[in-house]
């Protein structure tokens, strides 16, 4: 190489064209590791960019025939072509909700006794455990819902239920297994890891000195808790909530495997139901018509924008939480 | 001196009550994984992996197109996701101005935040739509942008936690930025962005929803990259909701599979990520 070289060098004066050439071979190379990264992260631009476009380009045709009465209608007739997602939005609310009513107080419980309680060496373990729920594929879930959770729901849960519970209005009528119940159920156990691993940062971030003060002042742990530690911990707590809740209306399989996929709207948990991601993914391959697809992707776009607003929130939640305890 | 008795006693049911709840959790997790062990395992197996489903009615068979068919999908997903992720992450960590990264980051989370059935619409009108079929590429690229947020941000993180010293110390011997990046931060970042990459695949690995409308589904081999091909996922959800009590087994089996391959790159990913995380904090 260097013997190669040598004789080119010789013609010219050697140190500064020397370096001079160095600089001329790095600027370009600069430029262009500048380039690369720039295109890698307008594409990231442009793809997010496309999944709104494409969104909402193909619904137009749904979205101009049904307008607004798209999400306050009940009629769901493919071969009427009669399109309204009230049920589907029903259905998504009450399975989140019900996930919601079971999976808040268990998680933000077992995030207070994870940063309050535990030995930071058994909290880091438990949490690894539960932070492995996060990681099960959600058809797993919906697996065990079919199997195991329908079964259990039909022989032991809801017999009793009935028969304590069974003159309200949530609670009647025949139960077939598949249900809002068992579709909440599932939901409640996939969201579970997000409140407790988010609550639980949020709780180890809020100062010491907060709980000392307060257990001076002849408060036992669970007041201190309570009363101290939960309210400067709110914001982000409600943060993770919302993060959960953005998690289990998007979820799609597990809830298609148990929800029972019946286009109504049941005010009764124990009946089957539909939800937005369900129907999609039970009808869009098998819809026949353009009306029918951009009826689909409308509820799509409904979804995306719900979850979008939700994550939104939660990050703004969390991050002014964060920010809280950075300062003091 | 009754009101200290019940704060004693408030005391001590309701911190019991945040350990029960944290038992409970926990529980669910054992039992997940013991019922599935217990059932999948008994299901599987030497056929499971080496043949082709049996047609229906037929007693046997096995899912090797899916496991194969799954192995082409997550490669089509790791080309797309990892690659654009990577540089993308190292665009806002090394070279970002305010304004781009701003919108980079926003876009970012907002496309980390789309439900996973969305992103197989989107692919299905983009990819499938023009080809006029489902396939493996089509269901590739579906995985792969569910794959990029992630990929982004943790390579951000990782690079982020790098201390400004080093970067400054290779600037002086007179290296350009971009060797300073490729020869000084990437490499001592190297670990860290891997293990996210891997727990990255990991969670796509059993996505279902996208895969619905892009990859399909199929009883046989799938050859080459544009025809419709079976993925694990996929395969239990249709098998799980059959009615053949054959087929259900077998569904238990792929189920025990998936689950074992996704839990174990976490153990895995997680714990290099413990053991690094002093080193990147210094």
Not at chain 1, 278 to 285: C, Q, R
Not at chain 2, 111 to 140: C, D, E, K, M, W
Not at chain 2, 228 to 248: C, G, K, Q, R
């Amino acid at each position: 190489m260097n013997a190669a070289d040598t004789p080119l060098l010789q013609s010219t004066p050697p140190q500064p064209c020397r370096i001079r050439t160095f600089v001329r071979s790095l600027r370009p190379a600069d430029e262009a590791a500048y380039l690369i990264t720039l295109t890698a992260a307008g594409s990231i631009f442009a793809i997010t960019s496309l999944v709104l476009f494409e969104l909402f380009a193909n619904s137009s045709f749904s979205r101009h025939k049904f307008g607004w009465s798209f999400l306050f209608t009940q009629t769901w007739d493919p071969v009427a072509g009669q399109f309204g997602a009230l049920p589907f939005i029903y259905g998504t609310v009450v399975t989140s909700v019900l996930a919601l009513a079971i999976a808040v107080p268990m998680g933000i419980g077992a995030a207070i006794f994870l940063a309050e309680l535990a030995p930071p060496r058994v909290s880091n373990a438990l949490t690894f455990l539960i932070e492995l729920l996060a990681a099960v594929p959600s058809v797993i879930y919906g697996l065990l819902g079919i199997f195991i959770l329908v079964p259990i729901l039909q022989n032991y849960v809801v017999p009793p239920l009935q028969s304590v519970l069974g003159f309200t209005p949530l609670f009647q009528g025949p139960f077939y297994g598949v249900s809002y119940l068992s579709a909440g159920v599932v939901l409640s156990v996939m969201i579970v890891p997000f409140i407790v691993s988010v609550s639980r940062e949020i709780l180890i971030s809020v100062p010491k000195e907060q709980r000392e003060a307060s257990l001076a002042l002849g408060a036992t742990r669970w007041q201190t808790t309570w009363r101290v530690v939960m309210p400067y911990a709110h914001k982000g707590i409600y943060g993770s909530i919302f993060l959960a809740l953005a998690r289990a209306l998007g979820e799609t399989m597990a809830v298609t495997m148990v929800i029972g996929n019946t286009p109504q709207v049941k005010a009764s948990l124990l009946q089957p139901g539909y939800t937005i991601a369900a129907v999609i993914a039970n009808e869009f391959t098998e819809a026949t018509g353009d009306l029918y697809l951009s009826a689909l992707i409308e509820l799509g776009l409904v979804l995306f924008a719900v979850t979008f607003i939700l994550n939104g929130m939660a990050r703004l939640l969390i991050l002014t939480t964060s920010k809280y305890s950075v300062r003091s | 001196m009754n009101h200290t008795a019940r704060k004693k006693i408030s005391n001590v049911v309701m911190f019991a009550l945040t350990g029960i709840c944290t038992l409970v959790t926990v529980g669910i997790l054992f039992f997940i994984l013991g019922y599935l062990v217990w059932n999948g395992a008994r299901a599987l197996s030497w056929s499971f992996f080496t043949q082709l489903p049996a047609p229906v009615g037929e007693v046997g068979g096995g899912m090797a197109n899916a496991i194969l068919g799954s192995a082409k999908v997550l490669l089509v997903a790791t080309l797309i996701g990892v690659p654009i992720g990577f540089l993308g992450g190292v665009y806002l960590s090394e070279y970002g101005g305010v304004g781009f990264s701003f919108i980079v980051r926003y876009m970012t989370d907002l496309l980390n935040g789309v439900p996973s059935i969305v992103i197989g619409i989107v692919v299905y009108g983009f990819i499938v739509l023009r080809q006029h079929h489902f396939s493996t590429i089509a269901g590739g690229v579906a995985l792969g942008i569910m794959m990029i947020p992630i990929a982004v941000r943790s390579t951000e993180e990782f690079l982020h936690a790098i201390p400004q010293s080093l970067r400054e110390a290779g600037m002086a011997l007179g290296a350009a930025k971009w060797q300073v990046v490729a020869t000084i931060v990437v490499p001592a970042a190297i670990r860290g962005i891997m293990t996210g990459m891997l727990l990255d695949l990991a969670r796509v690995a059993g996505e279902t929803a996208p895969l619905l409308f892009t990859a399909l589904n199929n009883q046989f081999w799938s050859p080459g990259w544009t025809h419709p091909t079976a993925t694990l996922p996929v395969m239990i959800f249709a098998y799980a909701i059959s009615p053949y009590e054959d087929w259900h087994r077998q569904a238990w089996a792929a189920g025990f599979v998936l689950l074992t391959l996704v839990l174990s790159v976490n153990l895995v990913a997680r714990l290099v990520l413990a053991k690094s995380q002093p080193i990147h904090r210094g």
